[in-house]
């Protein structure tokens, strides 16, 4: 997956390893329902970081050519994946089934990275 970068972001975000040690991962899926309660600079800063992460599953898409011809619609789809990727790790650290955590780490990291 080194000439996937893509792939390999997909891959990395929906791992085992970073659902089992959120305090080493994802800031924005770890700390969501927290910041959500929130107001001021660490709002702001979360915001921009989100912002910030959707601008580059963004770059991935266009660098794998997906959306090429329409950035606008490649745009969307880099929120909708990172909502996913972001909304199922969440899920996935969450449930206390690990057939069902695998499933859902499975089908982010897959559907992520999609070309």
């Given at each position: 997956a080194g000439d996937d970068p893509l792939?390999?972001?997909a891959a990395r975000y929906s791992s085992a390893e970073h659902c089992a040690h959120p305090e080493h991962g994802c800031a924005v899926a770890a700390l969501g329902s927290e910041v959500a309660r929130t107001e001021g600079p660490v709002r702001s800063t979360y915001t921009e970081r989100i912002a910030g992460?959707?601008?580059e599953v963004d770059a991935l898409?266009?660098?794998a050519?997906?959306?090429a011809d329409h950035p606008e619609a490649r745009r969307e789809e880099?929120?909708?994946r990172y909502a996913m990727l972001v909304g199922g790790l969440i899920l996935a650290r969450a449930v206390d089934d690990p057939a069902l955590r695998d499933e859902l780490l499975a089908t982010i990291g897959?559907?992520?990275a999609e070309r």
């Open positions: 792939g390999t972001f992460y959707i601008d898409l266009a660098g050519g997906v959306e880099a929120v909708a897959e559907r992520a």
